[in-house]
């Protein structure tokens, strides 16, 4: 499965001075490669090829490392069947418990204005008793400009994964206070469960992260 996605996109002259624009460097630590100019500081992490920080004029942006994500939590129906349900079938996968490690990284292209790094990660559950059951391999193509400009593209593997369907294919990270609000283009602007997408329309949206809570009751 391939996806795609923008970390800064379109006109960056509504977030960045240009004239404060420069060209690239890179540089390998013991912990991590780093790629920056004067303006932004992207660091890549040598143990599990996944992006671990971005700061932008010294301001955090990217706290906690960019991951893949194949686990959400549960609802009442995945919980149901016993030993058969769609939890315990993803619990015995290991996909609630996946731990990221690079088994390659390398630089397939550098110069002042764009480099290119290449991340092959291994995710396996850190459960010995279900470590064989989800054996998933990850590839990660960060592109990096000098116009701050970071492209990110995953492909992932997932014909090792001992369960029918799954819960999840996504990229989790955290970001550093002060990013309550966002725009988004999809279903809304309330939420749309497969079951309920009829009720809501493709358009473009903003709304806060608070605001996206659903207080849902429990079904008896």
């Known amino acids: ?39 932004m500081e992207l660091r890549i992490s040598k143990k599990t090829g996944l992006i671990k920080s971005l700061k932008h004029q ?7 490392e960019m991951q893949p994500n194949y686990f959400r939590a549960v609802t009442d129906n995945d919980r149901g069947g016993g030993k058969n349900s769609y939890f315990n079938i993803w619990k015995r996968a290991g996909l609630d418990s996946l731990t990221h490690k690079a088994t390659s990284l390398n630089i397939l292209h550098s110069d002042s204005n764009e480099i290119q790094v290449k991340a ?41 994964v001992a369960a029918p369907s799954l819960p999840r294919v996504g990229i989790r990270f955290a970001m550093a206070s002060g990013f309550e609000n966002f725009e988004w283009y999809g279903n809304g602007p309330d939420e749309s469960y497969s079951d309920r997408k009829d009720g809501v329309t493709i358009g473009l949206y903003k709304g806060s992260v608070s605001s996206q809570w659903v207080p849902y009751p429990e079904a008896s």
């Open 120 to 160: 092959i990660v291994h995710s396996i559950s850190t459960d010995a008793k279900v470590r064989t059951n989800a054996a998933i391999q990850t590839t990660f193509v960060y592109t990096v400009k000098s116009d701050n400009t970071i492209h990110v593209t995953v492909k992932s593997d997932l014909s090792k």
């Open 58 to 64: 010294n301001k955090p942006y990217i706290i906690g």
């Open 1 to 39: 499965m391939e996806k795609s996605f923008d970390l800064q996109h379109g006109d960056l002259s509504r977030y960045i001075k240009t004239s404060a624009l420069s060209a690239l460097s890179k540089k390998a630590k013991d912990q991590a490669i780093i790629i920056k100019n004067e303006s």
